[in-house]
């Protein structure tokens, strides 16, 4: 028993000690640790690096002259516009011409059954020979009562009875040449004509029906002329303004270039035919006409036309690329390096198009450094290394001056 009590003794002794020198070890560790010296605050905020400049394609804004154009929607229309009608009734007879082909101005489209109107024409014919016919015996009368009222053997009122027959014979006859003018009428519009040269559309009525005369008779087919066609476009009032001052008035109007912009990517050039003497005051714009040539037949009435005017006089105006341009909701935005080379946000107010660039009206100018490419890598406030570029084309102008530079042997 004694022998137990001692080696509870040693086992007691012994962890006792243990955890002496553990807790010695956590006061000498403590108080190292507080004897650390600490870190002055912001100390490291001071020690961080600042971010790295990041590089950035800028242009210098400039102002010089150029040729503005303004961009307009519309529909191309044709010139003339017609609805193939009989002028006579009848029956179809035959259709001469291919549905959707160009036909010439004259030719022969529709025939309707003529042989009731050459009836006519004979008819009023032979009433014209007899009113000839009574003519030639009246004016006989006539002229033989002139001779016998002289010599006092008949009456005078016999005499002007004769007279008046004459005249009477007269007005039949040329009521019958009328009439028979009229029936020729009717007899040549059985042979419907194209009234217009350009592209004739289907055929709606077939041979056999019968059709009525006038306003009210069936559209037989429709034509369209083809060369030129016109664009209608509605142009705002300061638009149409700076066209016309540059113009010189209405009468210059017809040296304001224009374009039509293709799917194609082609245009083809055409002129203001006619624009509209007075604004119209629900919405504030001028109607405007350009003729575009049309020889081919591939400009359709109906058809969406993307219509570019231009200002016959080049005019001095800032000038920034479109690829400098962003969009922010209904905002037009560019970014401006400024001395320190930091990004600002910067409103602008764009005008006409003259190629690729834009006309600033209001937010830049003259000499701004704007970023060119990259838009969506920067923000405002950050900061940036300038390399600059072409505005116009936004390669770096060191390596377009060694494309542009003559080689040398």
Known sequence: MSKLHSVLNGVAAVMASSVAAAFAVTFLGL?????????????????????AAVPA????????PVELWSRHSGRLEAVERVEIRSRVAGAVLATHFEEGALVE????????DPEPYRAAVERSRSDLQAAQARLAFAEGERDRGAQLQGNRTIAGSEYE?????AAEAQAQLSAAAATLRSAELDLSYTEIRAPVSGRIGRLLVTSGNLVSAGAASPVLARMVSVDPVYATIDADEGSTQRLLQSAGGMDGIGRIPARLDLQNGGSVEGHV?????????????????VAFPNAEGALMPGQFAKVRLGEPKAEPALLVSERAVGTDQDKRYVLVVDETDTVQYREVHLGAASGDMRVVESGLAVDERVVVNGLQRLRPGAK???????????????RQASADAPATR
């Open 57 to 64: 394609s800028v242009a210098r804004v400039e102002r010089r």
């Open 105 to 112: 101005k004259g030719a022969l489209l529709v025939t309707i």
């Open 384 to 398: 940036v290394a300038p390399q600059m570029v072409s505005m116009e084309t936004g390669r770096s102008l060191d």
């Open 31 to 51: 108080g190292v640790i507080s004897h650390e010296p600490r870190p002055a605050a912001g100390a490291e905020t001071s020690e961080a690096a600042p971010p």
């Open 273 to 289: 035919r006619f624009v509209d003497p007075t604004v119209d005051p629900a919405n504030g714009t001028v109607a405007i006409r």
């Open 161 to 165: 009875r004769r007279v008046q027959a």
